[in-house]
DNA sequence: CAGTATCCCCCTTGATACTG
DNA sequence: CAGTATCAAGGGGGATACTG
């Protein structure tokens, strides 16, 4: 990515595929990682732990190890993480506004189609 | 992409290595694609065609071509594609802050490097 | 429980050459 | 000028198995 450009530099740091899934669940509250797991069902755990690896090695999220057996590993969200909520709001909208504006409206002669 | 996610949706569509560069020269006015070329100088011809296709399909840039020899065509931002000038606003200004905040901050000890 | 270690795929990007 | 066509490379992502 042209990460001169500030604009990427967000990209770069939440690009990943799952980066905006992981901050966004971290968002709600700090999460073991097994919490993680279970919102995102269809992550991998080698994916899962890259991903949180480099949003840690960004600065976004904090990764606290306890030294129990079974191992217990907390991530929260920094305060470089935080501020990204308001962004992340907006993304949100424009999100839903944008798909809402790209779905082929339904025409009003028309039955809805929640029933299939 | 997990594209069911709205914060997904707006990656899926700014997402790729050469679209925010383009949307923003865009957002100054419309352009013709020689212009955007030199505005980018190391994309290649094959890779802009493609990314302003894809911006195309997804609605956010309009294509006019003028029936001239030799061709011209002007790209220029849809609404929609308008509609992100807030949002890569605020990208622009978390990611220099964000810039700021990674780069090693010069102690004040210290000599400016900017002789090196 | 929270990871590593391997192996592999394929999709995006790039280089280069050609054309209406 | 504004593209296609073709071929090649790289790395992000995934499947699976193993471990402290």
Redesign the interface.
Known sequence: ??EW???????S???G??K??II?YLLLGTHRFGALRQAMPTVTQRMLTRQLRELEE??LVSRKVYAEVPPKVEYTLTE?GE??R???G??????????E??TPPARDDEQSTSDS
């Open positions: 990515m042209a450009c500030n604009t990427e530099v967000v990209l740091v939440v690009g595929k799952w905006l899934l966004r960004d600065g470089v501020s990204l308001d962004i992340i907006q993304l949100d909208t424009w999100g839903s506004w944008y798909r504006l790209r």
